[in-house]
């Protein structure tokens, strides 16, 4: 339950028909407001595009391939090479 203590704004968005009417069904379903739903799937949202923010610098520094070295030497090879440290 979203706590009252919290300073809010509102929004009003437009919807499709069929889209309101499966988060009326889906929020009744899970026993929780439309707002309660709306705002834990924006939080989900948001926490997930952190994270891939996060996680941006270290996509694609591991070749997961079949002829790639063992995980370790690929793991290693990548800290060496990505350190400015070790030049």
Known sequence: ??????????????????????????????????SD??????AR???????GERASEFVGCLDSSPSAPAPADALRSAIKRNNWRAT
Do not use: C, G, H, W
């Not at 739903?37 to 924006?42: K, P, Q, S």
């Not at 949202?45 to 994270?51: C, M, N, P, V």
């Open 37 to 42: 739903f709306i705002r834990e799937l924006l």
């Open 1 to 34: 339950m979203y706590s009252s203590a919290v300073k809010t704004s509102t929004i009003t968005i437009r919807l499709p028909q069929s889209q309101r009417d499966n988060l009326k069904a889906t929020a009744t379903r899970l026993r929780k407001t439309e």
């Open 45 to 51: 949202e948001f926490d997930q595009a952190a994270f």
